[in-house]
């Protein structure tokens, strides 16, 4: 049993590896000219929670995760992925990702597309990429404005799965809100994915919003450690009608 734990971590680390030099070669050419890139992050993240649903069998139980997370943004753009590992130390271990390009209409054509609380209007594309599946969604990107956000955007997709009949929407805000209490910095960030039915799934809303304390400023390093919670809610989980999900999970997150 041991010899097999030790192989599977192994198995796991290298996929890990893999997905992680496919996702960030894109963005490593074109970081490479030089001048392009205007900014960029990396942080990685450890997750760790209960209540997590199997959509299929109905069983809860515990789920850790270790996620990378990568932003930039160029002369013409910006760029967006991740990857998760869950259950890295468990046989049931997955590997999840996406890759999500925008181009600003506004940077290529050199017109200004600004509107009262929006900064930009971009073109938006998504890659989902899992064992066994890839989902493409493109569409329409808001860069918005509003006061205080270190960022909130808003993108407008259509769905498609390629296993799946037809065609669905899919809309996706993310956003960031720093503020502080007494003399801590937080930081209130996060998504949600609302997507509409198509073939056999059924319309499903997963928000994953995250309250988190910046720990580096109490030894003069702030925006560098992290700490705080995660809740998942997942409406119609996978798509499966009537499985809903609630999981709160503790969080480090460490930014390079």
């Not at 304390?213 to 119609?236: C, M, Q, R």
């Amino acid at each position: 049993m041991k010899k097999r734990s030790i192989r599977s971590a192994l198995s796991t680390g290298f996929k890990a590896l893999a997905l992680a030099a496919l996702l960030l070669a894109p963005f490593a050419a074109q970081e490479a000219h030089a001048g392009m890139t205007l900014w960029n992050e990396t942080n990685i993240q450890t997750l760790w929670g209960g209540q997590f649903k199997n959509p299929f069998t109905g069983t809860k139980g515990t789920q850790s995760t270790i996620t990378i997370e990568h932003a930039n943004a160029w002369k013409y753009g910006d760029n967006f992925l991740f990857f998760d590992v869950t259950n890295a130390e468990k046989e049931n271990t997955g590997i999840y990702g996406e890759l999500s390009p925008r181009l600003s209409l506004g940077k290529i054509t050199g017109r200004d597309f600004s509107a009262p609380f929006v900064k930009d209007v971009l073109v938006a594309g998504t890659l989902e990429m899992g064992q066994g599946f890839r989902n493409y969604l493109y569409g329409v990107g808001l860069s918005l404005n509003l006061p205080k956000f270190n960022f909130a955007d808003l993108n407008v997709y259509v769905r498609n799965d390629p296993k799946q009949a037809g065609s669905t929407y899919q809309v996706t805000p993310c956003w960031q809100l720093p503020f502080t209490v007494g003399k801590a910095n937080m930081i209130f960030e996060g998504f949600t994915d609302i997507a509409g039915s198509e073939g056999n799934l059924a319309f499903n809303i997963d928000a994953q919003p995250r309250l988190l304390l910046d720990l580096g400023k109490f030894w003069d390093a702030p925006n560098s450690v992290y700490v705080g919670t995660e809740v998942i809610y997942w409406h119609n989980k996978f798509g499966v009608k009537g499985v809903n999900e609630f999981a709160p999970q503790a969080m480090l997150k460490f930014v390079m």
